[in-house]
T-cell receptor, first 117, second 112 residues
């Protein structure tokens, strides 16, 4: 069965520190997609990134970067120079395109990140 | 604004009452989904609809039913609410297999 583990339940850092959120996944498929979503205190879920299993290049978007390593089944998320606005719950998710037309996502438990001023 | 609209945003039910959570998207997406979010458990799939006219069970379907009324609308029904169904419910849609979801803003449901 597919599984996503975010072992860090809560992380608290001081503003401007770098922070890495860990995500480990389990799947038997060779084709799959990985996602990160952000849930700020307002409660909505915001898409951050999608990565397919054939693309192991690291991705950088401003202060955000993602490290995908198939060898360790990990898709970690790093925020550089964190800001208070980064405070949120972050979810890692795994998708397998098995069902025609549908894309079921399996989510990790989430990591609550608090950035203190 | 284009997106996924859920109603209501908040609801309190008594045990045994029924209600329907509404979800509509205006992005012409084929697939739609219902998830519930509980503390420490992430989001779990209740039901999904790959396309208009089809629905399938997810990980936690017991106690729920769904209707894909048309391409835009996907409703979730609780026939006899139980306290264990206290949760935040999210509807989502997706254009297909290669894309992530667009989520609605959620419905916070409390069953007393």
């Amino acid at each position: 069965a597919q599984k996503v583990t975010q072992a860090q339940t809560e992380i608290s850092v001081v503003e401007k520190e770098d922070v890495t959120l860990d995500c480990v996944y389990e799947t038997r498929d060779t084709t799959y997609y990985l996602f990160w979503y952000k849930q700020p205190p307002s409660g909505e879920l915001v898409f951050l990134i999608r990565r397919n299993s054939f693309d192991e290049q690291n991705e950088i978007s401003g202060r955000y970067s993602w490290n995908f390593q198939k060898s360790t089944s990990s898709f970690n998320f790093t925020i550089t120079a964190s800001q208070v606005v980064d405070s949120a719950v972050y979810f890692c998710a795994l998708s397998e395109p098995r069902i025609q037309g549908a894309q079921k996502l399996v989510f990790g438990q989430g990591t609550r990140l608090t950035i203190n001023p | 604004n284009a997106g996924v609209t859920q109603t209501p945003k908040f609801q309190v039910l008594k045990t045994g009452q029924s209600m329907t959570l509404q979800c509509a998207q205006d992005m012409n997406h084929n697939s739609m989904y219902w998830y519930r979010q509980d503390p420490g458990m992430g989001l779990r799939l209740i039901y999904y609809s790959a396309s208009e006219g089809t629905t399938d069970k997810g990980e936690v379907p017991n106690g729920y039913n769904v209707s894909r009324l048309n391409k835009r609308e996907f409703s979730l029904r609780l026939e006899s609410a139980a306290p264990s169904q206290t949760s935040v419910y999210f509807c989502a849609s997706s254009p297909g297999q290669l894309y992530g979801y667009t989520f609605g803003s959620g419905t916070r449901l409390t069953v007393v």
